[in-house]
């Protein structure tokens, strides 16, 4: 069974760091993509960054500059180190596996794992 689990998310002020982290098991995830996404209260699910199997990454403009994402296969584990937070970044931060391992005739396989969740509450 293919778990994900998120850790540390707190409470900070404006202008801190932290590092949230996702650990996997279950499931070689060398070759997944990673993904950040949040959910703020009363809005959608939105993308936060990705680190491709490839190492290449991509960040959402309101992130770009000031998270990085990372990851360490070794450990089965992804990071997302936040600087400078803001108020706007208060949310609830899931970590994504996903993987198009492509087709055989009809049948398509993909994966797609999501951890719990993780509450960043960034105050003013």
């Known amino acids: 069974q293919v778990q994900l689990v998120e850790s540390g998310g707190g409470l900070v002020q404006a202008g801190a760091s932290l590092r949230l982290s996702c650990v996997g098991s279950?499931?070689?995830?060398?070759?997944?993509?990673m993904k950040w996404y949040r959910q703020a209260p009363g809005k959608e699910r939105e993308f936060v960054a990705v680190?491709?199997?490839?190492?290449?990454?991509t960040y959402a403009d309101s992130v770009k500059g000031r998270f990085t994402i990372s990851r360490d296969n070794a450990r089965k584990t992804w990071y997302l180190q936040m600087s400078s937070l803001k108020p706007e970044d208060t949310a609830i931060y899931y970590c994504?596996?996903?993987?198009?391992?492509?087709?055989?005739?009809?049948?398509?396989?993909?994966?797609?794992?999501w951890g719990q969740g993780t509450q960043v509450t960034v105050s003013s």
């Open positions: 279950g499931a070689t995830f060398n070759s997944y993509d």
């Open positions: 994504n596996a996903y993987l198009d391992a492509g087709s055989v005739g009809t049948m398509t396989f993909k994966y797609d794992y």
């Open positions: 680190i491709r199997a490839s190492g290449s990454t």
